[in-house]
């Protein structure tokens, strides 16, 4: 549907669950959306010649490599998007945006600190030569957040008093389920917390423009120790080199009854805090991959003096809204169906009342991604925000560390 001519060359590296997500997206954007860019799938990373190549295939890229510092010097690439584990993102974003490419980096921004800092400085002198980068976070695309975002903005809440987050799956309560490179921290900087705690934590300073000020925080590990995995992709990994997608690791260690080499387990499972916003918001997070039952909850809830909305990834199609301005007698929750063209993104889509999924947010992320490196414009969320959201990851862990002690979280910007 794209009526330009004008191509960004896109290369990506990685190409496991993200690299798929974001591959979907590049492919998809612009026959949905009309932008002043198209989007050229253009050059595919990984480390593995055979899996790249397979990748590149099944995908849609044109062409694959294993060496990601040649995808990011070529001459033919304009864009760099970063899906690999956290342990190599700045490495990568650093050297795209000095090699004067455009980055889109999977979120957590980094691993750690001084590497989110360096990232965040070198994104703001790079804007200056009109080098644009954003942190993925995708879940600010769902058309209901959007939409919470504006009835927040809008003053349709009031003053905020309270936000309520929490982001849970239970993909590891099996103490057999190996140790794969989400569970060690030199590969993904924390557990529960920076790979799903990251989010909740993005999206409610997103929803409400709000800062988290301080925390008080609890996390736990509860499986130690686990068994070495064969081969993995982070969330599908198997004990014995039965490489099965879908195989639980018992499955694969009953397969010839032998035991399997075991190593320990370097980050949190879960991580629970209270946090202040500014404005004097109380509020509460909870990030989990021990919550039996629960597969990819995310769930967001903001009560004002005026009202409350509520946000459920499992039913990312509606907002909960209750408006204590009505009538008393009319009072209650309401269902808003986010699906008219009145609302964010979904014009482009189907005729109103037609639902989307999960990975449409990847989709509207590659589409504002576009339209603002092509316009001239920065991106959000920024490497800053990106920054920002690294900055409460540590506050959370250093709070644990010290006892649940209350820690102030610094702004990204002094
Ligand atoms: C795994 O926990 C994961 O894929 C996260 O890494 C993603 O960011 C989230 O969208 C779904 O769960």
Same mark, same amino acid.
């Given at each position: 549907m794209?009526t330009?001519?004008?191509?960004l060359r896109?290369?990506?590296v990685?190409y496991?669950?993200?690299?798929?997500?974001?591959?979907?997206?590049?492919?998809t954007v612009?026959r =949905?959306f009309?932008?002043?860019a198209r989007?050229r799938?253009?050059l595919?990373?990984g480390?593995d010649? %055979?899996?790249v190549?397979d %990748? @590149? *295939?099944?995908?849609?890229w044109?062409a694959?490599?294993t060496?990601w510092r +040649?995808?990011?010097?070529?001459?033919d690439?304009d864009v760099v998007?970063?899906c690999?584990?956290?342990?190599?993102?700045a490495e990568?974003a650093l050297a795209a945006l000095?090699? *004067?490419?455009h980055?889109l980096c999977e979120?957590p921004?980094?691993?750690?600190?001084s590497?989110a800092r360096?990232?965040a400085?070198?994104?703001?002198t790079?804007? %200056?030569?009109?080098?644009r980068?954003m942190c993925?976070?995708?879940y600010?695309? =769902?058309?209901?957040?959007a939409?919470m #975002?504006q009835?927040v903005?809008?003053g349709?809440?009031?003053?905020?008093?309270h936000?309520?987050?929490?982001?849970?799956?239970?993909?590891?309560?099996?103490p057999? /389920?190996?140790l =794969?490179?989400?569970?060690q921290?030199d590969?993904a900087?924390?557990g529960?917390?920076?790979?799903?705690?990251?989010?909740i934590?993005d999206l409610?300073?997103?929803?409400t423009?709000r800062r988290?000020?301080g925390?008080?925080a609890?996390t736990e590990?509860?499986?130690? +120790?686990?068994?070495?995995p064969a081969?993995s992709s982070g969330l599908?990994a198997?004990?014995?080199?039965?490489a099965?997608d879908?195989?639980?690791?018992a499955?694969?260690?009953?397969a010839?009854?032998?035991?399997p080499a075991t190593?320990m387990?370097? =980050?949190?499972d879960? @991580?629970?805090?209270v946090?202040?916003?500014?404005?004097?918001?109380l509020?509460?997070?909870?990030?989990?991959?021990f919550?039996? *039952?629960r597969?990819?909850a995310?769930?967001?809830?903001?009560n004002?003096?005026l009202g409350?909305?509520?946000f459920?990834?499992e039913?990312?199609?509606e907002l +909960?809204?209750?408006?204590?301005t #009505?009538?008393?007698a009319?009072?209650?929750?309401?269902r808003i169906?986010v699906?008219e063209?009145e609302h964010p993104?979904?014009s482009?889509?189907w005729p109103?009342?037609?639902?989307?999924?999960?990975?449409h947010?990847f989709?509207?992320q590659a589409?504002? /991604?576009?339209e603002?490196?092509?316009t001239?414009?920065?991106?959000?969320p920024?490497f800053?925000?990106?920054?920002?959201?690294?900055?409460?990851?540590?506050?959370v862990?250093?709070?644990?560390?010290?006892?649940?002690?209350?820690t102030?979280?610094e702004?990204?910007?002094t």
């Open positions: 794209s330009t001519d004008r191509e896109v290369g990506m990685g496991a669950f993200m690299g798929a997500a974001h591959s979907q997206a590049w492919r612009n =949905v009309d932008l002043p989007a799938m253009a595919i990373c480390r010649t %055979a899996k190549a %990748a @590149a *295939g099944r995908l849609g044109d694959h490599t060496d +040649e995808l990011v010097a070529s001459d690439i998007d970063v690999t584990p956290g342990d190599s993102h990568i000095a090699a *004067g490419k980055v979120k921004l980094a691993n750690t600190i590497e360096a990232m400085a070198a994104a703001v790079a804007q %200056a030569a009109g080098v980068s993925g976070f995708n600010r695309r =769902v058309p209901a957040v939409m #975002r009835l903005a809008d349709r809440l009031g003053v905020i008093r936000v309520r987050a929490t982001y849970l799956q239970d993909w590891i309560v099996d057999q /389920f190996p =794969v490179w989400r569970l921290r590969r900087g924390s529960a917390l920076g790979d799903i705690g990251a989010h934590i409610t300073q997103y929803v423009g988290i000020t925390v008080s609890v590990t509860f499986v130690k +120790e686990r068994p070495l081969g599908a198997t004990v014995d080199g039965a099965v879908g195989l639980t690791a499955d694969a260690n009953g010839d009854g032998h035991r190593g387990v370097t =980050v949190d879960a @991580a629970v805090f946090a202040r916003l500014d404005g004097g918001v509020a509460t997070y909870e990030a989990s991959r919550a039996t *039952g597969k990819n995310l769930r967001v809830e903001i004002g003096s409350t909305v509520a459920d990834l039913r990312l199609n +909960e809204f209750y408006d204590a #009505r009538p008393a009319e009072q209650g929750f309401s169906l699906t063209g993104y979904m482009a889509w109103p009342g037609h639902i989307i999924g999960y990975e947010s989709t509207h589409r504002d /991604f576009i603002a490196v092509a001239g414009v920065d991106p959000a920024s800053v925000d990106g920054l920002q959201v690294q900055l409460v990851l540590d506050a862990t250093r709070s644990a560390e010290l006892g649940s002690s209350w102030e979280v702004p990204a910007l």
